[in-house]
T-cell receptor
Framework: DAGVIQSPRHEVTEMGQEVTLRCKPI?????LFWYRQTMMRGLELLIY????????DSGMPEDRFSAKMPNASFSTLKIQPSEPRDSAVYFC???????????FGPGTRLTVT | QQQVKQSPQSLIVQKGGIPIINCAYE??????FPWYQQFPGKGPALLIA?????SEKKEGRFTISFNKSAKQFSLHIMDSQPGDSATYFC????????????????FGKGTHLIIQP
């Protein structure tokens, strides 16, 4: 079975540009999570969805960040405008409602110059 | 405020040794404690997890010990191998086993483990 799929795997952009990260959760999973990993702050939860509905977005750092889940098989994390301090690896994870186990995708490494 | 404190930051162990990684938490509402393993350039992979009503759980060479009163839990790797060299993260979440549904994970800062041949 395919795991969590993220695209692109690498993104390099200039400050001020819009960035869109994409995630396809494991089929049948009800929960989708977005995390950010940096050397300084480690792994941080940004936002998560249950059945396509955002449940907790308290980890979203600023209004420049937004996330959507238009259907059960697709989610986006958008940064507009991007800044150099947004450079990080962004992970998407999914889980079943029947269990707390979260399965992570390979991540998107974002570099903002 | 760091809710899950992990130590040590880095650890070097000889092959066959037993590395031990420790975590402490503050939020007594946490009811699910997983450990993740991450290799360079990869996403975290779930290794083993425990609930607070269990004091120990073993899966293969990996063991979690849990001390609810001390709010601490640890990962032991038996007969460690060079292939175990990776970064290990402890994590915690709350609400699932109390009926609140899944919740986001709060991670420790990670332990960079090297197993020397």
């Amino acid at each position: 079975d395919a795991g969590v799929i993220q695209s692109p795997r690498h993104e390099v952009t200039e400050m001020g540009q819009e960035v869109t990260l994409r995630c396809k959760p494991i089929s049948g999973h009800d929960y989708l999570f977005w995390y950010r990993q940096t050397m300084m702050r480690g792994l941080e939860l940004l936002i998560y969805f249950n059945n396509n509905v955002p449940i907790d977005d308290s980890g979203m750092p600023e209004d420049r960040f937004s996330a959507k889940m238009p259907n059960a098989s697709f989610s986006t994390l958008k940064i507009q405008p991007s800044e150099p301090r947004d450079s990080a690896v962004y992970f998407c994870a999914s889980s079943l409602v029947q269990g707390p186990e979260q399965y992570f995708g390979p991540g998107t490494r974002l570099t903002v110059t | 405020q760091q809710q899950v404190k992990q130590s040590p930051q880095s650890l070097i162990v000889q092959k066959g040794g037993i590395p031990i990684i420790n975590c402490a938490y503050e939020n007594t509402a946490f009811d699910y404690f997983p450990w993740y393993q991450q290799f360079p350039g990869k996403g975290p992979a779930l290794l083993i997890a425990i609930r607070p009503d269990v004091s120990e759980k073993k899966e293969g060479r990996f063991t979690i010990s849990f001390n609810k009163s001390a709010k601490q839990f640890s990962l032991h790797i038996m007969d460690s191998q060079p292939g175990d060299s990776a970064t290990y993260f402890c994590a915690a979440s709350c609400g699932f086993f109390s009926g609140g549904g899944a919740d986001g994970l709060t991670f420790g800062k990670g332990t960079h483990l090297i197993i020397q041949p």
